[in-house]
């Protein structure tokens, strides 16, 4: 038995291991394009919900603001009220 392989006999080792290499290559080269693909949508969605985030952010602040008002709108009625109940109160007696 030989424990060397001769160059005729290497030749399809060779080509195998080339094609094999190629193959490896390719499929590297398109995992590497789907990878950048993704990471392109993934930014554009993260670009996408900060917008909404921030549009939602605003819209709470305006809610906010708004409730705001009126719990001192009602507070000013409420003490209105008190103010006119007082009053008629002292009427009665």
Request: glycine share 4%; proline share 2%; hydrophobic share 40%.
């Amino acid at each position: 038995m030989r424990a060397v392989a001769g160059p005729v006999e290497q030749w399809p080792i060779n080509a195998a291991v080339a094609s094999a290499t190629e193959g490896f290559l390719q499929e590297t080269e398109k995992l590497m394009k789907e990878k950048l693909q993704v990471k392109c949508q993934a930014e554009k969605v993260r670009s996408e919900l900060q917008n909404q985030v921030k549009i939602l952010k605003i819209d709470v602040e305006e809610k906010i603001g708004q409730l705001i008002e009126m719990e001192q709108e009602k507070h000013v009625e409420l003490t209105d009220l008190r103010e006119q109940n007082q009053a008629l109160e002292k009427q009665k007696i």
